[in-house]
């Protein structure tokens, strides 16, 4: 969304853009809560509360700098930092370690899938659906 915002020239288009980013933005609570599963369940808290504490800390770091780099050199650098970031993420990505599926506690061999109860992804869908409407207020 970043690199489309930097290149829109009309409202529908950074509404698009910002639309694809708030989508993006909505699989928080399946990655917090998938996160949370990598800690034993006495650690699911602390887990959850090092994942917001990051995630607030992320945010507050790149709109400080995003406001600087947009001041000094126009807002279209900024959402072009935004997209070189991401990129550089991106390659990291497959370099980093990865715990096995099947040393995760809620893996079961015989049906080769997480278990992963009804009620949890309809809060998760609850919680997309709130955080969507609530961004377009």
């Known amino acids: 969304s970043a690199l489309g915002l ?3 020239r009309t409202v529908g288009g950074a509404a698009a853009f910002r639309g694809l980013g708030g989508a993006a933005a909505s699989t928080w609570v399946i990655i ?3 996160f ?3 800690f034993p369940q006495n650690a699911a808290v602390r887990a959850t509360s090092l994942a917001v504490f990051l995630s607030v800390s992320g945010q507050m770091t790149a709109s400080l700098t995003g406001g600087a780099v947009a001041q000094r050199f126009g807002s279209q650098a900024a959402f072009l930092t935004a997209a070189g970031l991401t ?3 991106l390659l990291i990505l ?3 370690k990865q715990e096995t599926a099947a040393s995760h506690p809620d893996y079961t061999a015989e049906k ?3 278990k992963i109860g ?3 992804i309809l809060v ?3 919680a997309a659906v709130v955080q969507f409407n609530l961004d377009h207020l």
Request: charged share 0%; no cysteine; hydrophobic share 60%.
């Open 87 to 89: 990129l550089i993420g």
């Open 94 to 96: 497959p370099f980093l």
């Open 36 to 38: 949370a599963g990598l």
């Open 124 to 126: 998760s869908a609850a």
């Open 112 to 114: 080769g899938t997480f």
């Open 6 to 8: 930097a290149f829109t």
């Open 118 to 120: 009804w009620y949890l």
């Open 32 to 34: 917090i809560t998938l």
